[in-house]
């Protein structure tokens, strides 16, 4: 017997500039959650394909809903086409385990550079950003909001659910104060 599978809800459109469109049926709040390992592993390709590799193609998002609206979102820094590359490369973006799993990254990113609540989760030096793995545990997890971003309440509410669950007390990063 054979089965067929399901179409994928992410289809994959090329321009001639080499810019690449994902076209999304569903929402960014409805991607599924993602493994807290995977989000470690694309955190890390992030930190050495950031520093070494050139910026790679841009990336645009459609996010079609099904009452017709839609939620666009470009990757246009080249840091974040960068980490997507990696995630691509690894992954791949044309599912939407791949795509919760980038989108996680660039939230995750978006929330550390813009929550001062954050800062004491994370430790930084001129090689890599290192962040506590309460962080990557609810970013795994977490919610994304219509934008594809984490709300920063919610968020922060998640990380400190896990720093006080059992077994979820972890050495903060080097030269971080609690």
Known sequence: MQTVDPPSPVRVGAAADGSL?????????????VLK???????QAANVRGALAPPD???AFRFCRPDGSVTD????????????SAVDRAIGLHTNYGLSLCLRL????????RARSAARL?????????????VLRAAACAPLDDTGRFDEARFMTRVSEFL?????????????RA
């Open 57 to 59: 193609v841009a990336r």
């Open 106 to 113: 660039l939230a995750l990113v978006d929330l550390l550079a």
């Open 37 to 43: 390992r995977d989000l470690e592993i694309a955190w």
């Open 164 to 176: 006080s669950s059992p077994g979820g007390i972890y050495a903060l990063p080097a030269g971080v």
């Open 21 to 33: 469109c994902y076209l999304v049926d569903m929402e960014p709040g409805a991607l599924p959650p």
């Open 73 to 84: 979102f470009a990757v246009a820094d080249s840091d974040a086409r960068s980490w997507a």
């Open 122 to 134: 994370l430790s930084v030096d001129r090689q890599k950003v290192e962040v506590h793995p309460s």
